[in-house]
């Protein structure tokens, strides 16, 4: 009776187990081995004033996503541009959120590395390039090295060839090509994802010409981007188009780190017909095949170790410095 | 046993941690909410293991050689009148700080500080790289302990109007408390703290021989949003959550409410009260001071302080900072019913410092004294600018450290927002196309016939020339094309370049 009863629970579980592993193995099949171990983020709402409320929600939705997916605020480099939560329009002050029946983004597990003024084309090509004046606190540092995947988010409003930090100043396509550029050749990254949610926001990412990377946009360079859905009480629109479907497809199809959602599914999350602008995409840096790259490679932390195999001394200077 | 005992002691230096809230009715409709948490931590060498003090906080002390450091945000205004004496430390909109630090010489002081604001950031989440800071004010600012020490002490001082504060600040806060999750912290819920008239938090740390201190402090005035239905002062409603666990760590929690003290500090069910005193009444007048702005165009300006005293004859150590987009003239500041018995001016160093005006005010109990103070604004550099220029830029509060027979504490005026002259070149601009347009047209033709020498010519038109006058033609219909169709200089660029690809292709 007993062996019955242990047969009974063991024998399930056993086999689900198995599978499980099976499955697994299958699904770790149709990947290619990703060659990170440490993931970095950058989000950025370039826009001041209240009416821009959009773009900081889309940042902090997305900055939920990557936080729930395993990456530390600490590997999060939030920039916002304007206080909205505590904007005094704000009919519910403290609080952000991206939709009617959503729940609040600005909870108090919120960090932002750079708001305000400081949220400058200065800063934000300093945060990529890693030359911070030596005063610069570690939170406002990107400090990824060659084993890093990087995730670079840009929303606010752009045009053809720039997008408009502040409503002062611009940051041009060449000024991002060149700062990647930088990074490739100081080694602060493995693979990067560039995504930008403006208007002609495919322009963008026209001279990025270092491998590795990836680059989305919510828009082509002849279109504009549109925004989703507006609260009637709070009196704006609340969040973009492409950051709301796509951040849908994070949350819905990409439960957990072991998800076997790839970046082509990512994206294609926000079609035409939703979007109601052409997605851009320029793979032809990015060695990978996008179905073949799991979407937590990117949005996701996923810690994965690598071993010597070869012996290393380390010398004195090891140990002093 | 009782070894053992001994040796933890020996080893772990003595730390503290205590909690209090402090619930009062400023009004009919009105309720003053102070929380206060501190630590404490014996200074022993060699000893880094921490239980209640924050670590981060210590590192700062030892890094950059802290005896007391002061960090005010502030938002809404405090109203003298009705909610009587503001908190202490007192707070105005934006952020304040306040260091004395030890230094081996005014440019050292001056770097350490740039690196502890830095630091500053990193910690609560601000940014403060921006303030400008008065090196050594000579009156009294805020009151603050003395000490004894060998080393040279330095004194910085600085306002940032434009700073606001938010629910990451007090997460920040938040973090370098002891008990997060249980005690009197879970309270501070922030959708609750920022839907208030007035919020402030400040932190303290401060380090003598013995022990090292730190206090971090939220005040709020929360406003009856139903007067009709009449005041509904339950904790829970207040803070949107019960105090449901208690600190266990904490030498000290309690909340001071309706004149009594409760302890919270062992709970065994929820905790919940209503506030149901009533109104203090604030009949002792205290000193009251507000800033206005004078002038009408935009190259100057004047700024009028008033102040005006209560009850008790006072001292009044008035402190003004002038940012440097604003020139005081010094000759021209006036007094009306002022006693100044001791005056300290500052003039800014350089282009990006700001000056610093103090002056000791003896004030007769009921009078009123105000001070004027003509300015020129400065045109700035472009790059100086804020990104929304027109907003205008602010002129900080002024500081006004009272002191009276037994008491002294310190007021705020409120800052002011100073419309700059910003160059439009937009206007100009128009004007000079516009007449230049004109001009050639009408210029072109006139000086034309008027010096022309007409007479009768064959046509001479070459193949060449006709060559010439067809590219000229092609090019002002494709500059006409691509100007109503809107076509910008990226796009025709993209179109060379793809046409140029394919030229390769064909090769």
Redesign the interface.
């Given at each position: 009776m007993r062996w019955s009863l242990f047969l009974l629970f063991f024998f399930p579980c056993t086999i689900v187990a198995v599978l499980n592993t099976g499955l697994q193995l299958r699904i770790d099949e149709l990947f290619d081995t990703p060659g990170h171990t440490n993931n970095w983020a950058v989000l950025v709402d370039t826009s001041k004033f209240w009416f821009n409320y959009r773009h900081v929600s889309n940042v902090l939705a997305l900055y939920h996503s990557i936080k729930r997916l395993g990456i530390p605020d600490s590997n999060i480099i939030m920039m916002l541009a304007e206080d909205v939560p505590c904007n005094p329009r704000n009919p519910r002050p403290g609080t952000v959120y991206a939709s009617r029946a959503g729940s609040n983004l600005y909870g108090s597990d919120v960090e932002v590395d750079y708001r305000g003024e400081e949220v400058t084309v200065e800063n934000f090509i300093r945060v990529l390039t890693g030359r911070h004046h030596p005063a610069t606190p570690r939170s406002k540092r990107l400090l990824s090295d060659h084993q890093s995947n990087v995730l670079v988010y840009l929303t606010g409003h752009g045009g053809d060839s720039f997008m408009k930090f502040q409503d002062t100043e611009e940051l041009t396509n060449v000024d991002l090509a060149y700062a990647i550029r930088t990074m490739y050749e100081d080694n602060r990254y493995h693979e990067m994802l560039v995504i930008a949610d403006s208007c002609r926001s495919a322009s963008m990412f026209e001279w990025i010409d270092s491998p590795n990377v990836l680059s989305l946009s919510s828009s082509l360079t002849h279109e504009e981007s549109y925004s989703y859905d507006i609260d009637e009480n709070i009196g704006v629109y609340v969040i973009d188009r492409y950051t709301h479907f796509t951040v849908q497809f994070l949350s819905k199809e990409v439960k957990a780190l072991n998800s076997s959602a790839n970046m082509q599914d990512y994206i294609e999350a926000c079609p035409a017909r939703k979007c109601l602008s052409t997605t851009g995409v320029r793979k032809d840096h990015y060695s990978k095949d996008p179905t073949r790259v799991r979407v937590t490679d990117f949005f996701g932390s996923a810690r994965i170790f690598q071993h010597l195999t070869e012996e290393i001394e380390l010398d004195d200077d090891f140990w002093s410095g | 046993m009782y070894r053992i005992f001994l040796l933890f002691t020996l080893c772990f230096a003595k730390e503290e941690y205590w909690e209090n809230l402090k619930l009062d009715r400023v009004s009919e409709n009105e309720l003053k909410a102070e929380f206060r948490f501190g630590a404490s931590r014996e200074n022993l060498k060699n000893e880094r293991d921490f239980e209640v003090f924050p670590r981060i906080l210590d590192e700062l002390i030892e890094e950059y050689d802290v005896k007391y450091l002061l960090v005010i945000m502030g938002?809404g205004r405090w109203k003298d009148d009705k909610w009587g004496r503001k908190t202490q430390p007192g707070a105005v909109h934006g952020a304040q700080v306040y260091a004395d630090f030890e230094a081996n010489s005014e440019e050292g002081a001056d770097k350490k500080l740039?690196?502890l604001?830095?630091?500053l950031?990193?910690?609560l989440?601000t940014?403060l790289?921006?303030i400008s800071l008065i090196t050594s004010p000579q009156l009294e600012i805020f009151k603050r302990p003395k000490y004894s020490t060998s080393q040279q002490i330095f004194r910085r001082y600085g306002i940032l109007s434009?700073?606001?504060?938010?629910?990451?600040n007090?997460?920040?806060l938040?973090k370098l408390l002891a008990c997060r999750q249980s005690g009197i912290s879970i309270l501070?819920h922030?959708?609750?703290?920022?839907?208030?008239l007035y919020h402030a938090s400040h932190l303290i740390v401060k380090k003598n021989e013995k022990i090292s201190e730190m206090e971090v402090g939220i005040t709020a005035v929360f406003k009856n949003k139903n007067p009709i239905q009449g005041s509904n002062w339950l904790l829970s409603s207040i803070f949107e959550s019960k105090l449901s666990s208690s600190c266990g760590i904490a030498t000290k929690s309690q909340i001071e409410a309706n004149n009594q003290i409760y302890d919270v500090k062992n709970l065994e069910t929820s905790f919940d009260i209503e506030i149901t005193s009533k109104p203090i009444s604030n009949e002792a007048k205290l000193v009251k001071g507000w800033t206005s702005q004078g002038g009408s165009d935009q190259q100057n300006g004047i700024l009028h302080i008033s102040l005006q005293n209560g009850d008790l004859d006072s001292k009044l150590e008035v402190s003004q900072i002038l940012p440097y987009f604003v020139q005081p003239r010094y000759a021209k500041i006036s007094f009306k019913n002022c006693q100044i018995t001791r005056k300290a001016l500052q003039t800014s160093k350089n282009e990006k410092s700001s000056a610093l005006l103090q002056y000791e005010i003896i004030i007769k109990s009921g009078e009123k004294c105000e001070i004027t103070i003509p300015f020129d604004k400065k045109i700035l550099r472009l790059d100086d600018?804020?990104?929304?220029a027109n907003h205008g830029m602010h002129i900080p509060a002024a500081v006004i450290f009272v002191s009276q027979k037994s008491d002294s504490y310190t007021i705020h005026t409120n800052p002011i927002l100073v419309a700059l002259p910003v160059p439009d070149f937009s206007m100009p601009f128009n004007v000079i196309c516009f007449v230049a347009t004109a001009f050639a047209l009408i210029f072109g033709p006139l000086q034309l016939y008027s010096t022309m020498w007409l007479a009768p010519s064959p046509p001479r038109s070459t193949f060449w020339r006709k060559i010439n006058r067809l590219i000229l033609l092609i090019l002002i219909v494709l500059c006409l094309y691509a100007h109503f169709m809107e076509i910008?200089l990226?796009?025709v660029r993209?179109g060379i370049e793809q046409y140029l690809e394919k030229l390769n292709e064909l090769r």
């Open positions: - | 938002q740039r690196f604001i830095e630091a950031n990193g910690i989440c940014s790289s921006q434009r700073e606001t504060t938010c629910t990451e007090l997460t920040r938040r501070l922030p959708s609750k703290l920022y839907d208030v600018y804020p990104p929304d910008n990226n796009e993209r």
